[in-house]
């Protein structure tokens, strides 16, 4: 398909295991977002990758959240030691490059993670 | 710093009836506006955007959004609402740095 994709679409785990989580862009969109959804909350920024730049990690909650790129395409965010607080739905969003002009994401289905 | 605030957390119309959603913004340079909506279990969709070249801006589904720079707003109206429009809306801020800030979101419902 065209559009973003994420994977799994639904995962659940135990407190303390490490998770990864899937991001697939659109072909040839350089700029790369995760988003936290929390039940009730609105979208909480997480990170952004634009092409070869460093990401902007501004948004991780702490140093158990990482995320990578590799190649300029596929996105993985990785949750280490998870916690129940970390159950929500991540999003993944690409968009063609920054700037407002061309800024329209595109947003995956997400993955909802729940935290036993 | 770019913020949006979204007032009203959940908004309830009667079907038929007008539809606004308040988004202000808080931006130190010409902003970049966005509404997203999301359908229940479903991803975002970008609904309309702003970026300057007109302050009424026309989106899908029959929404539109005015920028009003002495209000730092621009919330998004529908004249009729239908039951399809049931879902949660949006507003964004491109901030200086490229990315897109989020407001918390506001849940519209709409009764029969």
């Known amino acids: 398909g065209a559009g973003v994709s994420q994977s799994p679409s639904n995962k659940v785990t135990e407190k303390g295991k490490d998770v990864e989580l899937r991001c697939d862009p659109i072909?040839?969109?350089?700029?790369l977002y995760w988003y936290r959804q929390s039940l009730g909350q609105g979208l909480e920024f997480l990170i952004y990758?634009?092409?070869?730049?460093?990401?902007?990690k501004s948004g991780l909650p702490s140093d158990r959240f990482s995320a990578e790129r590799t190649g300029g395409s596929v996105s993985t965010l990785t949750i280490q030691r998870t916690q129940q607080e970390d159950s929500a739905v991540y999003l993944c969003?690409?968009?063609?490059?920054?700037?407002?002009?061309?800024?329209?994401?595109?947003f995956g289905p997400g993955t909802r993670l729940t935290v036993l | 710093a770019q913020s949006v605030t979204q007032l009203g957390s959940h908004v309830s119309v009667s079907e038929g009836a007008l539809v606004l959603l308040r988004c202000n913004y808080s931006?130190?340079?010409?902003?970049?506006l966005f509404w997203y909506v999301q359908y229940p279990n479903q991803g975002l969709q970008l609904l309309l955007k702003?970026?300057?070249?007109?302050?009424l801006v026309k989106g899908i589904n029959g929404f539109e959004a005015e920028f009003k720079k002495s209000e730092t707003s621009f919330h998004l109206t529908k004249p009729s609402a239908h039951m399809s429009d049931a879902a949660e809306y949006f507003c964004?801020?491109?901030?200086?740095?490229?990315?897109?800030?989020f407001g918390s979101g506001t849940r519209l419902s709409i009764r029969p």
């Open positions: 969003a690409s968009s063609l490059a920054a700037g407002a002009k061309v800024n329209e994401q595109f």
């Open positions: 072909s040839g969109h350089t700029a």
């Open positions: 702003y970026t300057s070249a007109a302050t």
């Open positions: 931006s130190s340079v010409p902003p970049y």
């Open positions: 990758f634009q092409g070869n730049s460093a990401p902007d």
């Open positions: 964004a801020v491109e901030s200086s740095a490229s990315k897109i800030i």
